[in-house]
């Protein structure tokens, strides 16, 4: 339906055949089948037929099997179906992995699918929001995800945020009524849109468009991208590094094969075979199935993982910024007590609390929570009028009531925002006087109660005639009290910070409330002589020198939504910043940080804006986290060491052989039986051990040390592949298949053993490696050991080594593996001080 604002909802509820207590189920599941049926969506067979396929999209694959159909056309048949079989092993072996690292990510989406509140047969209901369909009456609320174009039925003091589609990040006003069809989008003021969020108030509205229909919906389609994180862009970048170098390489072999008068089509073959087997191929799959076994491990250690790339991310934080309730503190709020002016027990300022928080229905926090929850004499409410909600410029929240003794309205918000609008306070006699008299004591009460770790709201009220009310309307109240709040410190919260030094990462502490309180909570976990800096202070401060201030201050207290970007901001001058926050306010600045982690159970924007959700709002949960972050890490990188060091090595050893030898030193299917054996354990790093010294500092993507890795590594690898060449050619003078034969066992022994002495910074002897590492590579070295005494062995160009030539290879190999395990111990030893 086109231009629909300029309608009233009456006429909407007429053509959508719904009505102002919502569809009727049966009505509604009938649409939604119907929605269903008509998207193309692809089935679970065209999807693993498109993710098989994709395992052999690389250009050089495809060169290679069209170079082996040819040569079948031009009647060498001998190798083409053991190629193609090595080829379409190879990819199984990736589609598998990689399917199911694809099913893991969908069931960590299913787990924090959105829920929206509508009305059904005039029941509240609470459905994925996935679900929400055309006609359906949406009850929306602070922090909600909007999730179709809807029309408003209804609205109490109503601003979204449309940043989204309108790029503009200040919170706009909505409210009911009939517009022009001709109406800009910003200036549809009846209208809230799919993908904006609600910043504050409440309303009803009916949804029009769903899905692709909807504004989001019709833009995401048509300019949908992934965000790369910084270590998906250097792995890309160094892949296309490695297969410039490969493709060189591998052109360069071809040339002195072809001018050596070797066979055309066996040439190309070979260079071709060669690039495959060389070219980091595995790459993309090993960071997936590393990155989907990371998030499977997390789930478990109640994590969800929302966007799968930035488990690398986690891995690099060393700072951890988060607010102190529900993280430091149990986020139990208790009332502490409610208080008059002069500090006295108030059962009236109790009554007006209760009766505030009792009659709230926008934005839902644990305080009124708890005092809904008071022990009261009387829990009678009386009727309600109206209501101003809360929103994070006032720092209030007003209910109009219907009293015995007329209407009035109370206010209930932080203590400075509160007092500002307080002409008047109530004393313990039921006596009105002017607050001048009394000020600077509230401010010395307030402050006494924050040293003492209380945090404290004010409660005000006016008597009002009116039966509505403004926010103008929020003047000349009267002071009535203070209430004051307890969160205790959480039990075990100082060990748990302990253990996040252990691992290099630092904790500041971002809130709102007052600076006391915050001080006083900090020397309760230990911080000494905690460093506080307020939102006042902030304001006050260069963005140049914010940038040095940060690094020193423990806390920041008394902060506005926007200062705590700002705060995150600077800090990612000097940190890789992970920020913790679950409430509307905390939507900027999990946004801005390196890492976003939300909670289940935060508002819905807050969620949506996360890169993790943790099941439970728990430090010692982001311990686990950050630990799977840098195995993670740590397991990418061996693949990367792995391919640039033994396997990038044989490269220039092949490129050099190819200038000396007279015929082959290995054969295109030899190369391919080679990367086939080798790929087994290779993709099972994912799962590997990782060394504790490893996972005690943030891992960091460091192209220098990878490419010094290469150089160093590579021509180590080449020095003992040139050392096999002259042993064969001048000690045992063997023969072309002899000298396959024995290069073949001594490449894949290699890059066997080059595994277990990469995947650890120390020994490989004091490492234990993982189970399906260790089988999958023993199970390889049997088999290379064993192919060229198989019955098949001639059909791949083997033939059985005589004792003494096999004694030497593994002799050689024994050297190469003392050499590079020294070699590496000094490696890593160097690059961690440097």
Request: net charge neutral; charged share 20%.
């Amino acid at each position: 339906m086109d231009s629909f604002w300029q309608y009233d909802p009456t006429y909407l509820f007429k053509e959508l055949k719904s009505t102002a207590e919502g569809l009727d189920e049966r009505n509604a599941q009938q649409i939604l089948s119907f929605f269903k049926e008509s998207q193309k969506s692809k089935s679970s067979f065209q999807k693993d037929l498109r993710l098989f396929l994709s395992q052999f999209k690389s250009p050089l694959m495809l060169l290679l099997v069209g170079a082996v159909i040819l040569s079948a056309f031009l009647g060498d048949t001998s190798d083409v179906f053991i190629i193609i079989f090595i080829v379409l092993s190879t990819g199984l072996l990736s589609f598998f992995q990689e399917r199911n690292a694809g099913r893991i990510v969908e069931k960590l989406q299913s787990l924090i699918a959105l829920q929206t509140r509508v009305l059904r047969n005039n029941i509240v209901r609470e459905i994925p929001s996935k679900q929400v369909v055309t006609g359906d009456i949406l009850l929306l609320k602070a922090g909600d995800i909007i999730p179709a174009d809807c029309l408003l039925i209804e609205a109490n003091e109503l601003h979204t945020n449309e940043s989204s589609l309108t790029g503009e990040s200040f919170p706009v006003r909505k409210q009911i009524g009939k517009i022009p069809a001709d109406t800009i989008l910003s200036e549809r003021s009846n209208c809230v849109w799919e993908g904006t969020s609600i910043v504050s108030g409440s309303a009803k509205a009916i949804a029009i468009h769903t899905g692709c229909q909807t504004i989001f919906g019709s833009i995401v389609g048509s300019t949908e991208k992934v965000v790369e994180t910084s270590f998906e862009k250097g792995i890309r970048d160094f892949g296309f590094f490695l297969m410039k170098i490969t493709l060189v390489l591998s052109v360069f072999i071809l040339c002195v094969n072809l001018l050596n008068h070797k066979s055309v089509i066996e040439s190309a073959l070979f260079a071709l075979a060669l690039a495959v087997g060389m070219a980091p191929e595995l790459l993309p799959a090993i960071t997936t199935i590393a990155m989907s076994a990371g998030a499977k491990r997390l789930l478990q250690k109640k994590v969800i993982v929302k966007k799968l790339a930035s488990i690398q991310n986690l891995g690099e934080v060393n700072l951890l910024c988060t607010d102190k309730t529900g993280t430091i503190t149990e986020g139990t709020i208790a009332i502490h007590s409610i208080l008059d002016a002069l500090g006295q027990d108030s059962d009236y300022a109790k009554q007006l609390a209760y009766w505030n928080a009792s009659l709230e229905s926008g934005y839902q926090n644990p305080i009124d929570e708890a005092l809904k929850n008071m022990q009261m004499n009387d829990k009678a409410v009386p009727q309600k009028l109206a209501e101003i909600p809360y929103d994070f410029i006032r720092k209030k929240l007003s209910i109009l009531v219907k009293s015995a003794h007329g209407n009035i309205l109370i206010s209930k918000g932080a203590v400075n925002e509160t007092l500002a609008i307080c002409q008047f306070i109530r004393m313990p006699d039921g006596s009105i006087q002017n607050i001048d008299l009394h000020q600077s004591n509230l401010e010395i009460s307030n402050t006494s109660y924050g040293q003492k770790g209380l945090r404290s709201l004010a409660i005000a009220y006016k008597p009002m005639s009116a039966d509505s009310v403004r926010k103008e309307d929020e003047s000349d109240l009267i002071f009535a009290g203070f209430i004051l709040l307890q969160d205790p410190v959480k039990a075990g919260i100082a060990d748990t910070i302990h253990e996040l030094k252990t691992l290099q990462v630092d904790l500041k502490i971002i809130t709102g409330d007052n600076k006391n309180v915050a001080r006083a909570i900090a020397l309760q976990i230990g911080i000494e002589e905690p460093v506080v800096l307020t939102g006042k202070d902030l304001l006050q401060i260069s963005p140049e020198a914010l940038v040095l201030k940060v690094k020193e201050t423990h806390i920041f207290a008394e902060v506005e939504p926007q200062q705590k970007e700002r705060i995150i901001q600077s800090l990612r001058n000097s940190y890789t910043v992970a920020y913790m926050g679950d409430g509307i306010n905390d939507v900027s600045a999990i946004n801005a940080a390196d890492i976003g982690i939300s909670v289940d159970n935060a508002v819905d924007v807050a969620k949506a804006a996360a890169d993790f959700v943790v099941m439970e709002k728990n430090l010692s949960v982001l311990v686990d986290g950050i630990q799977e972050g840098r195995k993670t890490f740590a397991n990418t990188l061996k693949y990367i060491f792995i391919n640039t060091g033994s396997t990038f090595g044989n490269m220039f050893s092949v490129a050099i052989a190819s200038l000396l030898l007279p015929f082959l030193p290995m054969l295109p299917k030899q190369i391919l039986l080679t990367n086939f054996i080798t790929d087994f354990p290779y993709l099972t790093i994912a799962s590997d051990n990782v060394d504790q010294e490893q996972l005690a500092r943030p891992g960091r993507w460091n192209i220098k040390m990878i490419r010094n890795y290469m150089i160093i590594f590579g021509i180590h690898s080449s020095l003992f592949d040139l050392m096999t060449f002259l042993t064969l050619l001048y000690i045992l003078k063997v023969k072309v298949t002899g000298f396959q034969t024995a290069w073949f066992v001594e490449s894949i022994l290699t890059e066997l053993f080059i595994l277990f002495i990469i995947r650890t910074h120390q020994s490989f002897l004091k490492s234990k490696p993982g189970k399906y590492l260790f089988w999958l590579s023993l199970l390889g070295l049997f088999l290379t050991i064993g192919l060229p005494y198989s019955p098949f062995a001639s059909e791949v160009g083997l033939e059985p080594l005589p004792p003494l030539n096999l004694l030497l290879m593994l002799g050689i190999v024994f050297l190469y593996i003392t050499t590079a395990d020294l070699l590496k111990v000094w490696f890593f030893k160097k690059h961690s001080t440097s």
